[in-house]
């Protein structure tokens, strides 16, 4: 199945999104059966595989529907949709390691679940597009985190400084449900759409422990969570984080804190000139009353001209030009990016992976690029010892069974890894470039993308 959106389904899309821009108080009620049509079921099946995932409590897979023909399974789904009989599955929750120690719950619909929230999405999302804020980046299409990193380092090289780096408490699982349900409310009249989004809310969790013993919690008693893993979560919390935006610029905070805010789903900071504290308490009292609450051990001010702050990845601040000692602003990867890179890049070749060396060569390549091109905005220093971590490893693991390196790299692709210096083709398109030291200080700006600054 395709994966480009069908041209009928484009031309909806379309047209609910510029009734929504043109008409912001206009409420849409017809919107169940668009959610119900084939074509929408079918291609929001086809991007449910491609994200494949685990299966949910059922452990039906994808490969066990298309074995018994997807076709009929559509049509079964569909029926249930139309005939208003079809009722979500309990989550499976599980628990992953967080970065920074800890674990963060995630939960895993069903299958038939997870293409239901699909085709939601594909009708609502362009209705709540037209309402977010500039300042969201989070979950959009068109928009992702290097934007808002990019935006991030825009601001500070114009001197806003003066930094709120904000924390939310697990805001996934703390987002009221009846004041999110009225702002999903303020754009849709459709009860069968309401019904159907309050049936994912109120959806049981299931978790097991380690022998395996089942326990449910959640249900029509939780007033609180929408779970991280589901397909609409993201649109949901955009939904809601979109009320703490929208007050900010109703309400001039930008103008009276000389600020900007820069979020990322419930990750954000505020830049500004010398009221970030002010900021703070301002948003704090908002974020009470919203029924949110700002982690304040994990929130704190910075002044990015002294002390770099991290955000998606990056960290910004003053980095010192090795060419003439002069400090700027700028951005580039954060130590704790480094860290999770050199642990990810550890666990695949570690000496107990007895995988084929060509298999796990791919799996390393299609990591490394992925993060190179993640990582390819701003100052990259760190990016050296990315290169030599991997490099070493991969010598390691590669002479394991016998492989000469010069033989490795005869496979002709591009991402695979040159044994000729020890270092990954895909981190050198980005990652080699980089460590090039600009001659003077017009190409040093350059690198930065003409938005450094130097400190003073």
Not at 331 to 353: E, I, Y
Request: hydrophobic residues 40%; charged residues 25%.
């Amino acid at each position: 199945m395709s994966l480009t959106t069908p041209t009928r389904i484009r031309s909806l899309q379309r047209k609910l999104y510029r009734k929504a821009k043109a008409e912001p108080a206009f409420r849409f009620y017809a919107l169940y059966d668009k959610i119900c049509r084939e074509d929408i079921l079918r291609h929001a099946y086809a991007l449910a595989r491609a994200n494949a995932g685990a299966p949910g409590v059922d452990e039906v897979t994808f490969a066990q529907i298309e074995a018994a023909g997807v076709d009929g399974w559509l049509a079964g789904l569909r029926e249930e949709l139309v005939l208003k009989t079809y009722r979500p599955k309990p989550v499976r929750r599980v628990n992953i390691p967080k970065p920074n120690g800890g674990e963060r719950p995630l939960g895993i619909p069903t299958v038939r679940d997870r293409v239901v929230q699909t085709a939601a999405k594909l009708v609502l999302e362009p209705i709540f597009e037209a309402d977010f804020e500039d300042s969201a980046y989070g979950y959009r299409p068109v928009r992702g985190a290097v934007d808002a990193v990019k935006e991030v380092h825009r601001l500070i090289g114009r001197g806003y400084t003066d930094v709120v780096d904000a924390d939310l408490s697990k805001y996934f699982d703390t987002i009221p449900h009846g004041e999110l349900m009225k702002s999903v409310a303020r754009r849709i009249a459709d009860g069968a759409v309401l019904r159907l989004i309050k049936l994912w809310l109120k959806a049981p969790i299931e978790e097991r422990d380690g022998d395996g013993k089942r326990r449910m919690s959640g249900g029509k008693s939780n007033a609180r969570g929408t779970p991280q893993g589901g397909v609409a979560s993201p649109l949901l919390a955009n939904i809601y984080m979109n009320r703490f935006l929208k007050h900010w610029r109703l309400t001039a905070r930008g103008k009276a804190f000389r600020a900007h805010v820069v979020a990322y789903a419930d990750d954000f900071v505020i830049l500004s000139r010398g009221y970030a504290a002010e900021a703070l308490a301002w948003t704090k009292a908002v974020m009470e009353r919203l029924g949110l609450m700002l982690n304040d051990a994990k929130t704190s001010l910075k002044n990015a001209r002294r002390e770099r702050f991290d955000f998606l990845g990056y960290s910004f601040g003053p980095y010192c030009y090795k060419g003439n000692g002069q400090w700027y602003l700028s951005a580039g990867v954060s130590k704790k990016s480094v860290q999770r890179l050199k642990a990810k890049v550890a666990n695949l070749l570690t000496p107990g992976n007895h995988d084929p060396w060509l298999d796990v060569r791919d799996a390393l390549n299609g990591f490394l690029f992925g993060w190179a091109r993640y990582f390819s905005y701003g100052t990259h220093r760190r990016h050296s010892g990315v290169s030599t971590t991997t490099s070493m490893s991969a010598c390691a693991i590669s002479s394991r069974d016998g492989t000469r390196l010069r033989d490795v790299a005869q496979t002709g692709s591009p991402t695979t890894l040159s044994m000729g210096n020890g270092r990954c083709c895909a981190s050198n398109a980005y990652l080699g470039r980089s460590r090039r030291v600009p001659h003077d200080e017009a190409s040093r700006r350059a690198v930065c993308r003409k938005s450094a600054r130097p400190v003073r």
